[in-house]
């Protein structure tokens, strides 16, 4: 295994990575605005919750770093969702972490008030901005960063234990806020939906009443009506036993991997 | 007769007319109600909730065709200001008022919901529809058409106009709805964790407290026992107003009461809002068909009344108000998160799971708005509406043109006019308009003034004249609000509903896809004691060895009238910490409510007590037993 780790260490230091580009607001400030919102924004939510004592618990890979005893790199915040970077390189990882901590830190303020004046000027540009997915990548460097600094023996893992307990619980919260938003996005879709279509069938059902009133007729087009729903209900039971046989299929599936 | 017997008849005849003068003079109705002078309020929510409406408003709109005589004879001899004699229960002139009852009620309850959707924020507003049924098991009641009151809620209101059922009486100045005359009737109640003192109940129009009193509290009683045995709680609140009919009970002398708008409004107890004859402005009435951008019941009470509800909306905690109906919300659809949530717990994944139960909820709230602006835009502003308001006009016209007539002939006015109006429902229920008109007029006048007896033929017959172009112009409308028009609202609003069932599916599916497991395990059978209270009792929420243990709710019912209700922190089977307790006792009508810190089941710390009849105080206990007063600073608050 260490001499697979080695190779890949090597595979992912000949990789064309943007080396010693240490995280600044120069360095931020050359790329396009909507790049500038995204990265700035994906920083503010790995770094987002978490207490300045996080730095502490990264100080050992720092030090290691400085005294050359540990492969240093800067990383690009982008770097940090590759997989290659979470599973070869750890200390890597590690030290690119602390770099952004410390400036989310240093200068939280800041980049809040960039965020708001990109988005105010390029308001086309940042409504396109798609916040899930940005939660998505930072959720993946959050477990990312976790995970590494509890497999790393550098760290003193009794110290470490409750404030990487917070982190997680701070990242589990972040994967709620994004689900939620999904679930409260389609839910809206349905229900605006749904008001549509019963406005629709109201308003039909008042221009039936609105003609010349004949009982007969209206009772025929009561009938009609509760036809219609009853078929509507009927076709919704239909695809609701669609998903559950889909749902039966999937339970089977993985059961028979089990075996 | 002797001579000088004469003029002492005529004298006693003349005084005998003044005194009914008098009692006609009040019925031509009040310009201003009760709730008049309620200063305008801007409501504020600070609620952590937004799945919550802030009124649910109910109504009769529709009666089943089996539900039709009972309904009619219990409205005929449960009249409010009045005994109705049995020879006049059985005529059919009552069955007419008493469907005019239910199709006025459709209406007027719509200048209600408009003004509060007006005030109030965007879909907060919603209508409760009923149709009023029978059966032998429960004889005459109510239920709800559309889903509007499975939504929590801040505050639900209980409308409907009323009519006195017997034409002939109306000269003793019974509560009446025609033209220009309006008698609304009103229940404002919320869940009993709002104001546990009085089950709930904040408001209710005179006549109707005994019946909404008893109905609040056998749903209270319901709740509990439901909760106590961990069943589904299967009371469905019927209207206050049908239940009244039904109950045959109105004495309320033992009740908590007060009046409307009093300097005692701290006390805890059931504001009484008077039965009212509102005298709607004639001049928005003239051309009411075509020009109804002033709603004239709105001017007169609606405005003011609406104030009020606002006011009672900024003055109540909302959490506090909607945690139960909620919770019962959730157990719909979740009821391992109902449990969850009576633990009030702060772990992430109950948290994230409410998050997208109460915006399912939210989401219904949502629809039934939608519903209820789609129930307001048929019953108001389209055919329903001017039918309606074509007949009002009508009615009101007549009312007018009478108390010309009635001025002319020196008579007193809104005495003749409320006898027509009686005429006119006898008339459109027997077809006989001229006829049974006359008749009524006629002994109306016999006994109410001794110039009829020698009123010449000419004024006889334009009296006969007018009602006839009044009932040719009125009798259609009424027949077709009643038959096609009830017909019209029972369809559409079956469409509301299979719309809804169909909308629910969707969004449950949808919920049931994304929920992830609660991290944490909560219990709904732990045991719950309090050292005051004979009886098992049951905990929902954290507990050690089976014990109620951490937060939750418990509750103990003993069988026999007495009860305890505990939200809040608990150990070793106890009430201990903070939380607040309503304590129900045998034979006392309402409940105490203790909220602060308990030690070992009892209150013990600093605790606010509300009791029926009384203000809320602050007090230290020992426990259970009170050894001082204390500042409301001291008080650590319950947070739902």
């Not at chain 1, 500038?36 to 618990?57: C, F, H, K, N, V």
Request: glycine letters at 6%; charged letters at 25%.
């Amino acid at each position: 295994m260490p001499a697979m780790r080695r190779f890949l260490l090597t595979l992912l230091l000949l990789l064309p990575l943007p080396v010693a580009a240490a995280l600044s607001f120069e360095t931020i400030d050359e790329k396009p605005p909507g790049e500038q919102y995204r990265q700035l924004s994906l920083l503010m939510l790995i770094t987002g919750g978490t207490d300045p004592a996080m730095l502490e618990i990264l100080e050992p890979v720092i030090e290691l770093q400085a005294s050359g005893e540990a492969p240093a790199m800067d990383l690009e915040i982008d770097d940090l969702v590759t997989p290659l970077t979470r599973i070869v390189a750890p200390e890597i990882l590690l030290g690119g972490a602390a770099g952004l901590f410390r400036f989310a830190h240093d200068n939280g303020e800041a980049i809040q008030q960039r965020l708001t004046t990109i988005a105010r000027e390029n308001p086309i540009l940042i409504s396109m901005v798609d916040v899930n997915a940005m939660a998505a990548d930072a959720i993946v460097i959050r477990n990312a960063i976790a995970d590494t600094i509890e497999y790393t023996p550098s760290i003193d893992a009794g110290q470490a234990a409750e404030r990487l307990d917070a982190f997680r619980r701070q990242t589990v919260y972040l994967r709620n806020m994004m689900e939620f938003n999904a679930f409260q996005e389609e839910l809206n879709d349905i229900t605006n939906r749904a008001i549509v279509d019963l406005g629709g069938r109201l308003d039909a059902y008042q221009r039936m009443f609105d003609e010349d009133v004949d009982e007969d007729l209206i009772r025929r087009r009561i009938e009609s009506a509760q036809i219609m729903n009853a078929q509507a209900e009927e076709r919704f039971e239909g695809e609701a036993m669609l998903r559950n046989a889909e749902l039966m299929m999937m339970l089977i599936l993985m059961e028979s991997q089990v075996h | 007769m002797q001579r000088w017997q004469l003029p002492l008849i005529l004298t006693l005849f003349a005084l005998l007319a003044m005194v009914l003068a008098g009692c006609a003079g009040t019925a031509r109705g009040t310009r201003s109600s009760a709730f008049d002078g309620a200063q305008p309020v801007e409501v504020t929510d600070f609620s952590l909730s937004r799945a919550h409406a802030l009124v649910v408003i109910r109504y009769p709109a529709i009666i089943h065709a089996d539900a039709e005589e009972p309904y009619f004879h219990a409205f005929s001899i449960n009249a409010i200001g009045g005994e109705v004699p049995p020879e006049n229960r059985t005529k059919k002139v009552t069955t007419r008022i008493a469907q005019s009852v239910i199709a006025k009620s459709n209406y007027y309850v719509m200048s209600l919901y408009r003004e509060l959707q007006r005030e109030l924020p965007e879909n907060t507003v919603l209508l409760s529809p009923h149709i009023v049924l029978w059966d032998r098991e429960q004889g005459l009641y109510s239920r709800p058409i559309l889903a509007s009151e499975q939504i929590p809620s801040v505050l639900t209101i209980d409308f409907n106009v009323y009519s006195y059922p017997d034409p002939t009486e109306l000269m003793d100045s019974p509560p009446v709805t025609f033209g220009d005359l309006v008698t609304p009737l009103l229940v404002v109640r919320g869940n009993r964790w709002m104001q546990p003192a009085t089950n709930g109940l904040v408001l209710s129009s005179d006549p109707l407290l005994r019946a909404s009193w008893d109905l609040s509290a056998n749903s209270a009683r319901h709740d509990l026992e439901a909760r106590a045995d961990f069943d589904e709680n299967g009371f469905y609140r019927e209207l206050d107003f049908i239940h009244f009919l039904a109950s045959r009970n109105s004495a309320a002398r033992d009740l908590p009461s007060k009046g409307l708008n009093e300097s005692r409004r701290e006390l805890m107890a059931v504001e009484v809002y008077p039965v009212e004859k509102i005298l709607l402005d004639g001049a928005l009435l003239q051309n009411l068909a075509d020009d109804y951008a002033s709603d004239p019941f709105v001017e007169a009470f609606v405005r003011d009344a609406g104030h009020n509800v606002k006011r009672l909306l900024n003055q109540i905690d909302h959490d506090r108000a909607t945690f139960f109906t909620r919770q019962q919300a959730l157990a719909r659809f979740d009821p391992e998160l109902a449990v969850a949530f009576l633990a009030r717990s702060n772990l992430e994944s109950v948290r994230a799971r409410l998050q997208l139960a109460e915006a399912l909820i939210e989401a219904e709230r949502k629809f039934l708005a939608a519903q209820s602006a789609g129930l307001f835009e048929g019953a108001y502003l389209g055919d329903y509406g001017n039918r309606m308001r074509e007949m009002i006009q009508g009615e009101y016209r007549l009312l007018e043109d009478r108390r010309d007539l009635a001025f002319k002939q020196n008579m007193t006015t809104a005495f003749a006019a409320l006898a027509l109006a009686g005429a006119v429902y006898a008339a459109s229920a027997s077809g006989a308009v001229t006829g049974i008109a006359m008749q009524t007029f006629s002994g109306a006048l016999m006994l109410g003034s001794l110039w009829a007896m020698s009123s010449t033929m000419n004024m006889r017959a334009e009296s006969a004249e007018m009602s006839e172009n009044f009932l040719a112009l009125i009798a259609p409308a009424l027949e077709r609000q009643i038959s096609v028009q009830m017909e019209w609202l029972e369809s559409k609003e079956r469409i509301s509903a299979l719309g809804f069932a169909e909308f629910r599916n969707k969004t449950l599916t949808l919920y049931q896809a994304r929920i992830r497991s609660l991290q944490a395990d909560f219990s709904d059978d732990c045991e719950f004691r309090s050292p005051d209270l004979r009886g098992p009792g049951r905990w929902y929420g954290n507990c050690r060895d089976g014990r109620a243990d951490g937060r939750g709710y418990g509750v103990i019912v003993d069988g026999s009238g007495n009860s305890l209700e505990y939200l809040g922190e608990a150990k070793d089977g106890l009430a201990s910490g903070i939380g607040g307790a309503i304590r129900q006792r045998r034979g006392v009508a309402g409940a105490t409510y203790y909220e602060g810190r308990f030690a070992n089941g009892l209150p013990d710390g600093v605790v606010q007590v509300e009791e029926p009849g009384r203000r809320p105080a602050v007090r230290e206990f020992r426990g259970g037993d009170v050894v001082g007063s204390v500042g409301e600073n001291r008080l650590q608050r319950l947070t739902f």
